[in-house]
């Protein structure tokens, strides 16, 4: 399966990634010939196998819901774009 | 000199008083001075920090409180998130970074008395075999500068390899420990999923993403490794599994050792050089008393494919943190709300990872998530279970590391699947959780050339064990690039 333009303009959105105009077209390339590449997997049945997540095929261990971490909330903002008040700032969202 | 010595030779000289910290801080912060210009290896170098470190380990070795590696100089990958000092993941986007805690591998090498150099460039986020995709730049080879040194871990295998720090520490998601250890001639070993805690370790792709040493020497990476494993409370992933000295077996007799050889690995893939060479360190086994069993390990071809949907389904889920909004960059005057994500993470990733996280949303869309990120996963089982069952004969596999020695700068940067395969050897590992390493085992055209030993789930003491045995009977991992001696 080849991807365009649009399929390209698409998943970028999906992505919330922002790409050159001028760069679309090579990426609708590239991406194809992966794609390509990926699709060597259709050669082999996998009727019937289980689908492996993890490599050692165990799930994730879950701890005791309980406070462990102190809130340090001015060091974590420190680095931040923007903050007030304690709370990150983003371009207004409701009207 | 100071930087020929191994790890466990500077620690006795530490010991005997014939050096201290601060003078060993000293020696290489300069030699990384002298030579970094021309390298790249390093992203941030830590002059003061590290003599500040290097004078309290002095202090704590005259109070007798010294383990193996204290007051011993180590790089960072610039992955590892380390407290007041910039971490970019070889990123524009984190270029502004500086972390507010510590990565648990950073913290633990401190615990140990280990002095950080600086940060190691890399791959932008990991994602790279040869270091030309960093933002802050191509990382040189040694050997040749103008031939890549490999990647992701590209920058820590550098700089051990030019001897400008004595050890350093990687990651490895689909061979960034194993293939630039390889191309630049050094030792490196990446351990089982699960055994070396991920926190604070920028994460790629979490369930191939390990973290591992990097240095000279077997024996080097057995101490680092000491220091570096164990279970992480703080790591959903980490394994609840008792320690051992990795040190311990390093000097039992291979006599009676099984040795797999799978076909897939020695296939016309392989250049002749390289498949000379790998042939000679398996006779070097023979010697010792190994037995060579013929393996195959059918599902080989289709590790690459399955890695290219699970490594980018993963990193484009992974990556969806970095916004703008939290940390990281941040466009100019975003109009709204999609336009700050879309043209912060626009300007904030290079290519090859904008490739990557595309990929991964298109595995993971409607309508395509069984056809690619399902079909992986089984996939993944199958050539997980080719390794199962070679273990019941074979006590460890051996094979090429890298298909070929290092490529010239630019010479792929414009072949994405070209690159991708440059890492067929080593992926497969990754999908099945298993430890491998890479050691010197000689030169093609005054390139180095490694030999990958990969063993069962945990088994990393006989991985050590194998490498040293093989590293008592020859020398290419102490060779040194002339102009860097």
């Known amino acids: 399966m080849s991807l365009g333009s649009d399929d390209v303009k698409s998943i970028a959105h999906l992505a919330r990634l922002e790409i050159d105009e001028k760069n679309i077209e090579e990426h609708a390339k590239t991406l194809s010939s992966i794609i390509g590449l990926v699709e060597e997997m259709n050669a082999v049945d996998t009727t019937g196998i289980k689908p492996m997540a993890h ?8 701890r005791a819901d309980e406070v462990l971490e102190e809130n340090q909330r001015e060091l974590f903002q420190k680095v931040a774009p923007e903050t007030k008040d304690g709370l990150y700032l983003v371009p207004q969202v409701i009207e | 000199m100071y930087h020929t010595k191994t790890l466990s ?43 500040k470190a290097a004078t309290a380990a002095d202090e704590k070795r005259k109070a007798g409180k010294a383990g193996p590696l204290t007051g011993i100089p180590i790089a960072h990958k610039d992955i590892f998130c380390t407290k007041n000092i910039k971490t970019s993941c070889g990123s524009k986007m984190l270029d502004n970074f500086v972390s507010p805690y510590d990565a648990t591998v950073v913290e633990k090498m401190q615990q140990a008395g280990m002095i950080i150099l600086g940060k190691t460039n890399m791959d932008e986020f990991a994602m790279g075999s040869s270091n030309e995709t960093s933002f802050f730049g191509p990382v040189k080879n040694p050997w040749n500068t103008k031939a890549v040194p490999g990647g992701s871990s590209g920058g820590s295998a550098s700089s051990v390899a030019a001897r400008l720090t004595p050890a350093a520490t990687g990651t490895d998601t689909g061979g960034s420990i194993r293939q630039p250890a ?70 039992k007799p291979l006599d009676g050792l099984k040795i797999g050889l799978p076909k897939e690995y020695f296939d016309e893939g392989l250049s002749k050089t390289t498949n000379d060479i790998v042939q000679k360190a398996i006779d070097e086994y023979k010697a010792m008393g190994a037995e060579i069993i ?58 090859e990872v904008k490739r990557r996280i595309l990929i991964g949303t298109y595995a993971l869309s409607a309508g395509y ?58 992926i497969a590992v990754n999908l099945a959780g298993l430890p491998g390493m890479s050691v010197p085992a000689g030169f093609n055209n005054k390139m180095p050339v490694g030999l990958q030993i990969i063993a069962n789930h945990f088994d990393e003491s006989r991985l050590l064990n194998v490498a040293h045995q093989y590293q008592q009977k020859t020398d290419w991992h102490k060779a040194i690039p002339e102009q860097f001696k």
């Not at chain 2, 399955?306 to 960059?329: I, K, M, T």
């Not at chain 2, 390794?387 to 020695?405: H, L, Q």
């Open chain 1, 55 to 62: 490599p050692m095929d165990i799930s994730q261990r879950l």
């Open chain 2, 9 to 51: 030779e500077l620690s006795a000289l530490l010991e005997a008083g014939d050096v201290t910290s601060v003078q060993l801080t000293e020696h290489f912060l300069q030699r990384i001075k002298n030579h970094d210009t021309e390298l790249n290896s390093f992203i941030t170098i830590t002059a003061e920090p590290a003599l």
């Open chain 2, 182 to 251: 390889s191309l630049c001639g050094i030792t490196g070993l990446k351990p089982t999923y699960g055994r070396v805690s991920r926190y604070g370790m920028i994460a790629f792709a979490s369930s191939l993403d390990q973290a591992g040493p990097m240095a000279q020497s077997a024996e080097d990476c057995a101490l680092l490794l000491n220091a570096m494993s164990g279970f992480d409370p703080k790591d959903s992933t980490s394994l609840e599994k008792d320690v051992p000295d990795y040190t311990a077996d390093l000097n």
């Open chain 2, 294 to 351: 013929d393996i195959s390990l059918p599902n080989t071809h289709l590790a690459v494919p399955v890695y290219y949907v699970v490594a980018p389904a993963e990193c484009s889920s992974n990556l969806s943190r970095f916004d703008g909004v939290r940390f990281g960059h941040r466009c100019e005057e975003p109009k709204d709300l999609e336009d700050l994500y879309k043209r912060s993470r626009g300007e904030g990733f290079g290519d």
């Open chain 2, 369 to 426: 998530y069984d056809a690619y990120y399902i079909k992986a996963q089984q996939l993944r089982r199958m050539i997980s279970d080719d390794f199962t069952r070679a273990f019941e004969k074979v006590d460890v596999i051996m094979g090429p590391t890298s298909p070929e020695t290092a490529f010239n700068i630019g010479e792929k940067s414009d072949d994405p699947i070209s690159m991708y395969l440059s890492d067929i050897y080593t």
